[in-house]
């Protein structure tokens, strides 16, 4: 019979499945009483169900204990009687234990990041997909799932998601999410303590269902740490307990790690996250907007613009650019419309240690791309249309705003005084053209190298 946290969520979903079909006429009655209930524990032949109010307990025992145990035979193919507690009562009735060996006592998950406030685009649509099944069925699909990215991409955010929405489906659930630093500092304090081996790797057996780690590439050249890690690891997934990983590469580059690791890791399912294009920053920060004291009403939609062609390089340098004009509207100009020119103010010194730090400039692209294709600047920047200028003008645009960071509304005033909406047309169609474009990639490649990048 299901005895581990995966396989007694697996077996109520489908029992609530039943239930949902038989009750398709009172969907009221299944959300206020069934929806959120689950199982605690199946001990010989009774199962315990947890509801979350007394009302709802006592509505199941007195009306729907018949239709819940035929939906359990039908189910499991087994006559099981059925105990139904509170979750009140759940929680009070947990033995109260001295252990012998606490490890991760400070281990926790992030109540904000959830799959709710993950902004979705394409950059990470793949690994949120990923991340939303294995969270609705841990240990039973991709195992393990492994999300690499560069830094503030969203992974960890993702990794703290799961567990979040693992817990609660099943509050029961012992979820253990770490970064790899964690992991080291808990395993030197374990060896120091001259303890018995076995008990820091009988702790990933016994008391833990789904562990999430992040960072994993701290890990490197540390062998006897990465020696208990696979320990840890063989441990989880051997008993259909679910791993999550995040890195900052693919795991084949993973230099240092031992191979039957990487293999290990490759074994399951390996996303990754990339940069977030504009629309996908545009998304991120009105989400932002919403959830802060600002109307979005108060901004210019160039302003929007601005912050998601200049800061995208990661969420974090896009919040941060956030972060300092929602100050600057709260504290220096409260109360005023936020304009394009206002915005620039304030973001001055973001923008200058910007291009303090690149010794790119949009006339130096346009000398490249011109060169390349045996053009001239002014025919980049001019009102001719024909295939190769449009495409070279195209690129251009796109290496500006890639590489450079500069707003659309002035990459439109450097290519003739085009629209913000034309340039972002002529970006759009090079990112789409690099999907599957042999002739685009190596093109692209190519500038990139006269270029430095």
Known sequence: MPQTISEQTSLWNNVLEYVKRELKNDQMIYDNFFRNSYID???????????????????????????????????????????????????????????????????HLNPKYTFDSFVVGRSNKEAYQAALITAANPGNLYNPLLIFSDSGLGKTHLLHAIGNEIRKKNHSAKVLCISAEEFIDEYVRFVQGAKDDQTFSQYFKNSVDVFLIDDIQLLIGKEKTMEMFFVAFQSIVSNNHQIVITSDQHPSKLEGFPERLKSRFSQGLVLSISKPDTETSEQILRYKIANSDIDEADFDDDVIRLLASRFSKNVRELEGALNRLLF?????????????????????????????????????????????????????????????????????????????????????????????????????????SLKDDKAMQDAISELKGKLGK
């Open 328 to 432: 600057y509207m709260i504290n220096i100009q409260p109360g005023q419309r936020l304009t394009m020119e206002k915005a620039i103010d304030a973001l001055a010194p973001l923008m200058s240690e910007q291009e303090a730090n690149s010794h790119l400039t949009e006339n130096q692209v346009l000398e490249v791309v011109a060169n390349y294709y045996n053009l001239t600047p002014s025919q980049l920047t001019g009102k001719i249309r024909t295939a190769q200028i449009v495409l070279a003008r195209h690129i251009a645009m796109y290496l500006i705003k890639t590489y450079i960071g500069t707003p659309f509304t002035k990459i439109g005033f450097l290519f003739g005084g085009r629209d913000h909406t034309t340039v972002m047309n002529g970006v759009q169609k090079v990112e789409n």
């Open 41 to 107: 524990s199946i001990v010989g032949s009774t199962i315990t169900v947890v509801t979350d109010t007394g009302l709802a307990r006592n509505i199941l025992q007195s009306n729907y204990k018949d239709l819940l145990m035929r939906a359990v035979l039908e189910t499991t193919g087994t006559n099981f009687d059925l105990a139904f507690i509170t979750e009140e009562e759940h929680t009070s009735k947990r033995p109260v234990k001295v252990e012998k060996a606490t490890f991760f006592a400070n281990a």
